[in-house]
Every structure is written in structure tokens, then in C-alpha cells.
T-cell receptor, first 114, second 116 residues
Framework: AQSVTQLDSHVSVSEGTPVLLRCNYS??????LFWYVQHPNKGLQLLLK??????LVKGINGFEAEFKKSETSFHLTKPSAHMSDAAEYFC????????????FGAGTRLFVKA | KAGVTQTPRYLIKTRGQQVTLSCSPI?????VSWYQQTPGQGLQFLFE???????NKGNFPGRFSGRQFSNSRSEMNVSTLELGDSALYLC???????????????FGSGTRLTVV
């Protein structure tokens, strides 16, 4: 069965330090994986996507994620956090199981301290 | 190009009333999906429409319904509103059929529904 687990509900970092948001997934098929960001009272914005091409995916605003099949992980990273990165981040898996389903993770709220 | 437009942005309704929310997808996108977002349940899939046909449906009661028009604009309707229907309702458009496909979604800013 398809599933996605975001390992941390909250992550707090200082401005200028690295960001790591962890995501593990389960999929019976070759999945597509996505990260979305949601700022307060806004919709979700696509940060980056993996669709079976390069395993290291670069997204917007300096974020990147690496698809590791052996570890079933798709962690999101950024070398240096900015105050504007404070938001909620969702890891998403999409595959053909049961007729092309998309599953959202529960979200990780990122706090950035000055 | 214009993004996904959802109207209205905010709504306050009374229990027992019904409500209609509207979503205009990105030009050229034919798939529209609806999600309910609440603090307790997170993002939950409501349904997806493609070419005016409902393609997928989540586990919501029949009070939740939707439709899509020939110009790909979509509406969702909730009848006999309950307090628990208070949520942010998000519309997402995508090029392909199937939930988000391989290209991912473009989301609207949502409609914040409060039921009192």
C-alpha cells in the first residue's frame, strides 16, 4: 500500500543554518515524489518533484531533495535557512496504485529563529 | 499566466445551510482536484474532475459534491453544513488526469469556510 511519513512534525533552526526535513515513503510502483510548501493562509506551492529522472532534484528557493530508493526516503534540504522559509512543508507520493493515487504527508512545520 | 483562482476567499455559514465554492484552474489544465484541510486531519482528498467527469472520490459523505464545466472550471457544494465542515478548502489543477499525475499540482489559495 502507498504511504508517506514525515518523521518530524516540527523542526526549528536558526537563520543561516542548514535545513533537513525528513520524509519516508512506501510504494508498490515507481512513484513520483513531491515537496510542497504552505505559508499561513495560503495554498500549497510546489517546491520540487522527482519523476524517475535524476535522483538529486533541485527546486525553488535553494531547496533540494534526494531520492534514495534503498532507504525509501526523499528528504528535503537547504544549506542555509532564511526567515522567509518558515512555513509548513508537505511530502507527497503519487503512483499508479489503485488508479493513480496521491497521498500527502502530515506536514512538517519549520520554524526559523533569528 | 494566471494561477488557480478560488472564490470566495472566506465564508461564514450557519449549520444546516449549504455552500458552493468555485475554482478556475490554470488555462490549459483539465484536471481539478479538491482537498479539505483541517488542523486535526491534515489534507484530505475530496474528489477529482477531468473533462467534466468525476474520476476519483475520497471518503466523504454524499453531502459533499462537485462538478466541472466545459471550460474546466469546477464547483464543489456542501449541503446541510455541520460544524465539523469548517476547514480550508483547496482546489488544485493539473495537466494530466489522475490525481496530480507526474507534473504535480498547482494549488489555489483556498476558501476558508467557517460554520457557526
Amino acid at each position: 500500500a502507498q504511504s508517506v511519513t514525515q518523521l518530524d512534525s516540527h523542526v526549528s533552526v536558526s537563520e543561516g543554518t542548514p535545513v533537513l526535513l525528513r520524509c519516508n515513503y512506501s510504494s508498490s510502483y515507481s512513484p513520483s515524489l513531491f515537496w510542497y510548501v504552505q505559508h499561513p493562509n495560503k495554498g500549497l506551492q510546489l517546491l520540487l518533484k522527482y519523476t524517475s529522472a535524476a535522483t538529486l532534484v533541485k527546486g525553488i528557493n535553494g531547496f533540494e531533495a534526494e531520492f534514495k530508493k534503498s532507504e525509501t526516503s526523499f528528504h528535503l534540504t537547504k544549506p542555509s535557512a532564511h526567515m522567509s522559509d518558515a512555513a509548513e512543508y508537505f511530502c507527497v507520493v503519487s503512483d499508479l496504485a489503485g488508479g493513480f493515487k496521491t497521498i500527502f504527508g502530515a506536514g512538517t512545520r519549520l520554524f526559523v529563529k533569528a | 499566466k494566471a494561477g488557480v483562482t478560488q472564490t470566495p476567499r472566506y465564508l461564514i455559514k450557519t449549520r444546516g445551510q449549504q455552500v458552493t465554492l468555485s475554482c478556475s484552474p490554470i488555462s490549459g489544465h483539465r484536471s481539478v482536484s479538491w482537498y479539505q484541510q483541517t488542523p486535526g486531519q491534515g489534507l484530505q482528498f475530496l474528489f477529482e474532475y477531468f473533462s467534466e467527469t468525476q474520476r476519483n472520490k475520497g471518503n466523504f459523505p454524499g453531502r459533499f459534491s462537485g462538478r466541472q464545466f466545459s471550460n474546466s472550471r469546477s464547483e464543489m457544494n456542501v449541503s446541510t453544513l455541520e460544524l465539523g465542515d469548517s476547514a480550508l478548502y483547496l482546489c488544485a489543477s493539473s495537466l494530466e488526469a489522475g490525481q496530480s499525475g507526474y507534473g504535480g499540482y498547482t494549488f489555489g489559495s483556498g476558501t476558508r469556510l467557517t460554520v457557526v
